[in-house]
Nanobody, 126 residues
Framework: QVQLVESGGGLVQAGGSLRLSCAAS????????MGWFRQAPGKEREFVAG????????YYADSVKGRFTISRDNAKTTVYLQMNSLKPEDTAVYYC???????????????????WGQGTQVTVSS
């Protein structure tokens, strides 16, 4: 498994920005697609963004497209989520995740991911 630790969450006003980081250790980071999910109170965890092993392809949920950017630095074994134009409905615990298997795919479902971080709280005030 890959061990993952998120950081960078916090409280921000609507329209503001935050950058989440997820530091990975364990198995070879560059072998795995990575993703960000979030879970708001009373709701199920949902996919936010994903990035392939090399970082050459990124993909997003419709709700964040154009506002969030996922990136990775394989040399630093870290994945990032830049969040701009934040809205109150973005309030959630954000989790990073590593794909369950190595490969060239672009996973989007929870079942596709085998390693998870502990989560970091993002709160957007109106």
């Amino acid at each position: 498994q890959v061990q993952l630790v998120e950081s960078g969450g916090g409280l921000v006003q609507a329209g503001g920005s935050l950058r989440l980081s997820c530091a990975a250790s364990g198995r070879t980071f560059s072998n795995y697609a990575m993703g960000w999910f979030r879970q708001a109170p009373g709701k199920e965890r949902e996919f936010v963004a994903g990035i392939t092993r090399s970082g050459g392809y990124t993909y997003y949920a419709d709700s964040v497209k154009g506002r969030f950017t996922i990136s990775r630095d394989n040399a630093k074994t870290t994945v990032y989520l830049q969040m701009n134009s934040l809205k109150p409905e973005d309030t959630a615990v954000y989790y990073c995740a590593a794909a369950r298997t190595t490969g060239s795919g672009s996973p989007t479902t929870e079942a596709d991911f085998g390693s998870w971080g502990q989560g970091t709280q993002v709160t957007v005030s109106s």
